[in-house]
């Protein structure tokens, strides 16, 4: 590995994720909050959950910034092939355009994105924290990542504030719990953008869009084409198809099915 590539933006930011993460443990374990109340007592299982917790959400973190977010093959593969034929057969199927940078034929819900420079399936956004795209393959863990996070972040939160133990002179207080303080505003900051976030991305999930067709569903043909989301199906099929991926099948082929049963809808109304 060349030297200079140790300094790319991917290896930074989580270079940076992973020592905040673990510098903000740190000060918990090092002030006098529960975490140490709880080692004097001899309860080691909730500092031992806690730190589990913390381990897992950096996992879960590495786990979706790290893999393929369902990029879109530049040389398909016989199996992919097979499929385009058999969506190309999908009565009245949008149709399919061709990306003008990287020059794939993309799927439904694809999109390129200039910061990874690929097509990905099911486009989501990018997110510059992960430094990856989200999208068809790691979107469910990054759900997953931000429930668990939040998690972390609530149970850190409340583990600072029990530590914060105010006296005056103010000036003696500030110098012994200033840095305290500091992950006590951190937590509350990461853990209202955490909790936004779950809750928007459990909404677009319920509902089968992504951020990118909810922001910029004027400008998407196969969503100017129908009013409301051609991929709603409800809440229970919603749910199992995002974590389960069950009913299997391609986007195009859903779109047509729900294309036929609105002209059914509106021929049954005539």
């Known amino acids: 590995m060349a030297p200079w590539a140790l300094l790319s933006p991917g290896v930074l930011v989580r270079s940076g994720h992973t020592?905040?993460?673990?510098?903000?443990?740190?000060?918990?374990?090092?002030?006098?909050?529960?975490?140490?109340?709880?080692?004097?007592?001899?309860?080691?299982?909730?500092?031992?959950?806690?730190l589990l917790l913390v381990l897992g959400s950096l996992l879960l973190y590495l786990a979706v910034s790290l893999m393929d977010p369902g990029y879109v093959n530049v040389q398909p593969q016989p199996q992919e092939e097979v499929k385009e034929e058999q969506t190309a057969m999908v009565p009245q199927a949008v149709p399919l355009r061709r990306c003008r940078y990287c020059l794939v034929l993309q799927p439904l819900r694809a999109r390129h994105c200039r910061e990874c420079r690929r097509c990905v399936r099911r486009y989501d956004h990018h997110c510059p924290w992960m430094e990856n795209c989200v999208g068809e393959r790691n979107h469910p863990l990054f759900v997953a990542y931000l429930a668990l996070q939040l998690v972390v972040l609530l149970w850190g939160l409340y583990l600072a504030w029990s530590g914060l133990h105010f006296f005056q002179p103010w000036g003696l207080w500030l110098r012994s719990s200033g840095l305290l303080l500091a992950t006590f505003l951190l937590l509350s900051l990461f853990s209202l953008v955490a909790g936004l976030?779950?809750?928007?991305?459990?909404?677009?999930?319920?509902?089968?869009?992504?951020?990118?067709?909810?922001?910029?569903?004027?400008?998407?043909?196969?969503?100017?084409?129908?009013?409301?989301?051609?991929?709603?199906?409800?809440?229970?099929?919603?749910?199992?198809?995002?974590?389960?991926?069950?009913?299997?099948?391609?986007?195009?082929?859903?779109?047509?099915?729900?294309?036929?049963?609105?002209?059914?809808?509106?021929?049954?109304?005539?």
């Not at 993460?21 to 080692?39: M, N, P, S, Y």
């Open 197 to 270: 976030l779950l809750a928007s991305h459990l909404y677009l999930v319920a509902s089968n869009t992504t951020t990118w067709e909810f922001i910029s569903s004027h400008r998407i043909a196969y969503l100017r084409q129908r009013p409301g989301n051609p991929f709603d199906r409800g809440l229970t099929r919603n749910l199992a198809h995002f974590f389960c991926g069950w009913p299997s099948g391609s986007w195009e082929t859903l779109w047509a099915e729900g294309e036929e049963e609105g002209e059914e809808g509106s021929s049954q109304a005539v």
């Open 19 to 50: 020592v905040l993460t673990w510098g903000i443990t740190l000060v918990l374990f090092l002030h006098d909050t529960a975490l140490r109340q709880w080692e004097e007592q001899g309860e080691l299982l909730l500092p031992l959950t806690f």
